[in-house]
């Protein structure tokens, strides 16, 4: 599939909440730790619409046609300073939309996220995937990631 990839306007921002909603409704089937409030949409809706006003932060959307298939939040993370690696890219979200997966979106959105990050001399990439998600620890994997932390949660 031909797929073509730019920031996000405030134009892309019907189609790219459908697609969150879509996202976070089969991240709730994960697992219920991802269980999200009802007016989840509309308050990612202003986070993105925040977050774009900052340097740290980039949003992508992938377009098929003129068709918006998925979209790429990554953000610039300062370390602190004992370590060598000072800054590192993180992908807060990459969602592609049901029909459209496995057909190189992702790995797109993912190359350009990752072009970003290497202007900004960042070129570590630190992403947080869901155990219970084999689709999404595949495409990761596929894309060279490797498990080098586990994140644990203890529910009470």
Known sequence: MAVR??????NDFTAVRKIFVE??????????????????DQIWLNYITTILQQ????????????QIVGFCVGQIIEKPPIYQVKKI???NNIAVKEGHKRQGVGKALLETIKAWFMTQQVNHIE?????NN??????WKKMGGREFMKKMVIRF
């Open 5 to 10: 990839i730019r920031e996000i306007t405030e």
């Open 23 to 40: 996202s976070s409704s089969f991240h709730e089937q994960v697992d219920s730790i991802f269980a999200s409030i009802k007016e989840a």
């Open 55 to 66: 340097d740290d932060f980039k949003i992508y959307v992938a377009l098929h046609g003129e």
């Open 89 to 91: 890219g993180q992908v």
């Open 127 to 131: 992403l947080l995937v869901a155990t």
């Open 134 to 139: 084999p689709q999404s620890l595949g495409f």
